[in-house]
């Protein structure tokens, strides 16, 4: 019997945990939507979201961490759908696919999820600090690469697949959230195809002269 209260204790917790983690990350994405990143603070964030400074800093270090944390999952989720790829695929290829699919499984984050990436972007200070995060992303990104690679490709090609992947990942991203107010899942997909399509195919192009 105390196990079993011992473990519903814990679920309890848990459940707790993640209910406060997510009421701070709502109310700094809703503060951060109407006011701008740099125009709100820790204490105006945790008074939204009725919790103390003290629990804010127990989740997040920083205001901003409480938003830039809901992109992490992206990366790991790629990575994680990218090993299950079939191994003699195409790494360009594979990654594309596997893009596709953590976009099909996070379509259902809805209207926060886009709020979300549009508050990154919009904000210099997010910006700034997802991109410092990206090297930390391609490193992990270029190792699970490496695991598919043959001993004769060059050193520096994991690492350029990851660079070139993410870096057409964030392009046709930013495209997508050019499109309408609401643009769709099926948008995406279509930008990512065409911007890994290009990858594959190669970048190099003659000069068209006029």
């Known amino acids: 019997m105390d196990d079993l209260t011992s473990k519903g204790t814990i679920g309890r917790r848990a459940r707790k945990k993640m209910a406060t983690r997510r009421a701070i990350q709502e109310a700094a994405l809703h503060l951060f939507a109407q006011h701008g990143v740099e125009n709100v603070t820790v204490e105006e964030i945790a008074d939204r979201a009725d919790v103390g400074l003290r629990t804010f800093f127990n ?50 984050g809805g ?14 200070t997010l910006v700034s600090r ?12 270029a190792e699970v690469i490496a695991t598919r690679t043959t001993p004769d490709e060059p050193a520096i090609y994991p690492q350029l697949c990851a660079a070139a992947a993410l870096a057409a990942l964030r392009l046709a991203l930013h495209r997508w959230l050019d499109t309408d107010e609401t643009p769709s899942s099926d948008g995406l997909r279509h930008e990512v195809t065409t911007s890994f399509a290009l990858l594959a195919e190669g970048l190099d192009r003659p000069v068209q002269r006029h």
């Open 59 to 108: 989740y997040f270090p920083t205001k901003e961490d409480a938003v830039l944390a809901s992109t992490a999952p992206g990366i790991d989720s790629l990575i994680a759908e990218f090993q299950e790829r079939p191994p003699d695929e195409p790494v360009i290829t594979a990654l594309c696919e596997a893009a596709i699919r953590v976009i099909k499984l996070e379509a259902t």
């Open 111 to 124: 209207h926060d999820h886009l709020t979300a990436m549009r508050v990154v972007r919009n904000s210099p």
């Open 130 to 141: 997802q991109m410092a995060m990206q090297s930390t992303y391609e490193a992990t990104l």
